[in-house]
T-cell receptor
Framework: DAGITQSPRHKVTETGTPVTLRCHQTENHRYMYWYRQDPGHGLRLIHYSYGVKDTDKGEVSDGYSVSRSKTEDFLLTLESATSSQTSVYFC????????????FGDGTRLSIL | GESVGLHLPTLSVQEGDNSIINCAYSNSASDYFIWYKQESGKGPQFIIDIRSNMDKRQGQRVTVLLNKTVKHLSLQIAATQPGDSAVYFCAERDRHSASKLTFGTGTRLQVTL
């Protein structure tokens, strides 16, 4: 299995609080992604990174920010969490510089009350 | 096929039989199609991809067929095993936006003994 670690694996927090999710990879892959998965929806891209300090928005980026200061770490921040951001969040990596994620972490289940 | 609402379509297959999981897509500009497997509580796993200029691609125990005329994709699993039980979903990539994948919601495959 590819070395992808997401932390925390579960989190419950209150509306309005800031939340940061961490993704750590040991594969030295260039591309990293954050997705959310909700019932009735396919995976939706929040943000992705194509290198250190190089990031871009996905289709559901509102309310989220990301940072990548090292190749191995990709952080997702909810500046002020809302109940609509309750979801399962997946980090993914790609080794080829292309175009779709090939390895996913096991997810972070985030509940915002 | 793709699901509507919160209930995934389920395919029940006996161990040893072949499984066929279907996916419809709508974007004529899609240039790649990808299949993923997601086991309960885990992140998705990449299975196989196919370029839009191909009709068929084979992997280990899996075959993907692409019918561009009717915008239909299928994943065939040979000699289905209990470990194949999972949710399978397809994704398509828009050739005009390399980072944009559109994911389906998936089909649940249940392997009975």
């Amino acid at each position: 299995d590819a070395g992808i670690t997401q932390s925390p694996r579960h989190k419950v927090t209150e509306t309005g609080t800031p939340v940061t999710l961490r993704c750590h990879q040991t594969e030295n892959h260039r591309y990293m992604y954050w997705y959310r998965q909700d019932p009735g929806h396919g995976l939706r891209l929040i943000h992705y990174s194509y290198g250190v300090k190089d990031t871009d928005k996905g289709e559901v980026s509102d309310g989220y920010s990301v940072s990548r200061s090292k190749t191995e770490d990709f952080l997702l921040t909810l500046e002020s969490a809302t109940s609509s951001q309750t979801s399962v969040y997946f980090c993914a990596i790609s080794e080829t510089g292309g175009p779709w994620p090939q390895h996913f972490g096991d997810g972070t289940r985030l509940s915002i009350l | 096929g793709e699901s509507v609402g919160l209930h995934l379509p389920t395919l029940s297959v006996q161990e040893g039989d072949n499984s066929i999981i279907n996916c419809a897509y709508s974007n004529s500009a899609s240039d790649y199609f990808i299949w993923y497997k997601q086991e309960s509580g885990k992140g998705p796993q990449f299975i196989i991809d196919i370029r839009s200029n191909m009709d068929k691609r084979q992997g280990q125990r899996v075959t993907v067929l692409l019918n561009k005329t009717v915008k239909h994709l299928s994943l065939q699993i040979a000699a289905t095993q209990p470990g194949d039980s999972a949710v399978y979903f397809c994704a398509e990539r828009d050739r005009h936006s390399a980072s944009k994948l559109t994911f389906g919601t998936g089909t649940r495959l249940q392997v009975t003994l």
